[in-house]
């Protein structure tokens, strides 16, 4: 296994007091069910500019770009408090204290971007260690940094990846921050005015006022210090029982999947996404149909937003939580028995299913019976990884805009945090319209998913080594983009403009 060598460990606060930032910020149900889950762990591979080496300015510079960017999410600079009330209740809240979030240094000597890119099989061993805080649970934020962002050195690239606890923001908040801190990072400067100025047209929304008239802020946990310690904190081990794989689908194989979904049904409502989710079932269930009977139940969770669900629909930029998890439920037989468009369609009902009243209803209840999230460690993962498959992330997500100053990302992977066989994680693709899956399932499960013929077809394979021996459509696009890039003073940032078509776009895969 290769080593990672670990070089520095600082904290980095924010660099100025802000009023607010002396306020709490109260959880709501969506964030306290997460109590029980780990970090949210993803992170970006960037090839290392010939010109740049990854010395101890290019370090200072992204600490102090990072402490520019917690004066705008400075609740990432806090740390969880556990309140206990009378007759055996607890709140819990963030206290936006300021003591700061982690910064870790390593390098991985002698691992490449190939090493990580080329291999059919994500390396676990290696791209695991690319994170902190692994196996480390949302409740233990109470004593340990909200945020740790780890910096890792390879031999010809560069790997950022960021822990965030999950109870504190979702996977649209965890972006947001992210896009900030690349953003200030790629300005150049990092004085207080420039967080300023993109704070004012980028800043996170923290109030939970949308809640007032509906539930009662702080929510009263019915459990005592103590019971909360039994409860809430996860015992959990390592699994390593599982192997990755990243598929790519390029953006006319995505078009024709969800137009062969529609077709089938002749309805037009089946997304791109939906129509995906369901070629890697059914493709899953065909893999694993000889452990299984024909009239047994099986299960695909979601992941919802519900920003926009809600009535009236909460900020585009709210930060924490606000997702559910819808399940759709189906036999062996009729799964493998109907089309792609029957199974698409089963997923765009179950989604549709979750309506304002839904979420607002859900809310009230758990209050009233607080329940919560558990990854499936301890669980047969034979029989999870059957029968039960779960998809997070969006394709939505602003992953590939993320250029910290010297190039934009090569690629993105996430970390062990709950992590499972059947755990299957969306990303958008490099190329505008494309779609990527990181799939976790036992080996013997992707193995065959490899081999099948009719998933396999919707499949761009992509080989790192093999692009890197002949100067590419996009690097040729991106070096006729610098020549003609303007550069425009605008509110006191350095602004590039991009001057790229969406016909080119549209003719190119960069990964």
Not at 399 to 422: H, Q, T
Request: glycine share 6%; with cysteine; hydrophobic share 40%.
């Amino acid at each position: 296994m290769p080593q990672i060598r670990l070089i520095s460990t600082s904290i980095v606060s924010p660099t100025r007091h802000n009023d607010e930032s002396t306020h709490q910020i109260e959880l709501t149900p969506w964030d306290l069910r997460l109590l029980k889950l780990e970090y949210i762990q993803k992170g970006l591979l960037f090839r290392k500019p010939a010109d740049k080496e990854v010395n101890q300015n290019l370090i200072q510079h992204l600490k102090a770009s990072l402490s520019c960017t917690l004066n705008i999410f400075y609740p990432l600079a806090g740390r969880l408090s556990l309140v206990e009330n009378q007759e055996n209740t607890a709140c819990f809240f963030i206290n936006c204290n300021g003591v700061g979030a982690h910064f870790v240094h390593a390098a991985a000597d002698g691992v490449r971007v190939a090493d990580i890119l080329d291999p059919v099989y994500i390396p676990n061993d290696i791209v695991h260690n690319f994170f902190s805080m692994n196996l480390v649970g949302n409740y233990e934020g109470i004593s340990k940094p909200l945020l740790v962002a780890q910096v890792t050195e390879l031999v010809d690239g560069i790997f950022i990846g960021c822990s965030i606890n999950h109870a504190v923001i979702d996977g649209t908040s965890f972006w947001h921050f992210f896009n900030t801190w690349s953003e200030i990072s790629r300005s150049g400067s990092v004085h207080d005015n420039v967080a300023s100025q993109i704070s004012t047209s980028n800043s996170p929304v923290f109030g939970r006022r949308f809640l007032d008239g509906l539930i009662d802020l702080p929510v009263q946990i019915p459990f005592s210090q103590i019971q909360i310690q039994e409860k809430l904190v996860p015992h959990t081990t390592s699994s390593s029982n599982y192997i990755q794989r990243m598929f790519h689908f390029p953006k006319e194989k995505v078009a024709g999947l969800k137009a062969k979904a529609n077709a089938e049904m002749s309805i037009n409502s089946i997304s791109s996404l939906q129509a995906l989710m369901a070629h890697l079932w059914r493709a899953t269930i065909r893999s694993t149909r000889h452990d299984m009977t024909t009239d047994q139940e099986i299960i695909y969770r979601v992941a919802v937003g519900l920003r926009q669900r809600m009535d009236p629909p909460l900020p585009e930029k709210y930060s924490g939580n606000a997702l559910l998890t819808v399940p759709v439920k189906s036999t062996v037989a009729d799964l493998l028995h109907h089309g792609l468009g029957w199974v698409a369609l089963q997923i765009n009902k179950a989604i549709s299913s979750i309506t304002a009243e839904e979420t607002k209803k859900y809310l009230e209840d758990w209050v009233k019976c607080p329940t919560f999230s558990s990854n499936t460690r301890g669980v047969s993962t034979a029989i999870w990884s059957s029968t039960s498959l779960l998809t997070g992330s969006s394709p939505r997500f602003n992953v590939y805009g993320n250029d910290f100053g010297w190039g934009r990302p090569l690629a993105v992977r996430s970390g062990a945090a709950n992590k499972n066989p059947g755990k299957l994680t969306v990303f958008p693709g490099a190329e505008e319209g494309s779609v990527d899956f990181e799939v976790c399932l036992l080996p013997g499960t992707l193995e065959s998913i490899g081999d099948d013929a009719e998933f396999m077809e919707a499949v761009q394979p992509f080989k790192y080594s093999e692009s890197r021996k002949s100067k590419s459509a996009v690097e040729l696009l991106f070096e006729k983009q610098d020549k003609e890039m303007q550069t425009y003073q605008t509110i006191g940032l350095l602004t590039r403009i991009d001057i790229i078509s969406g016909a080119q776009l549209d003719s190119l895969a960069f990964l």
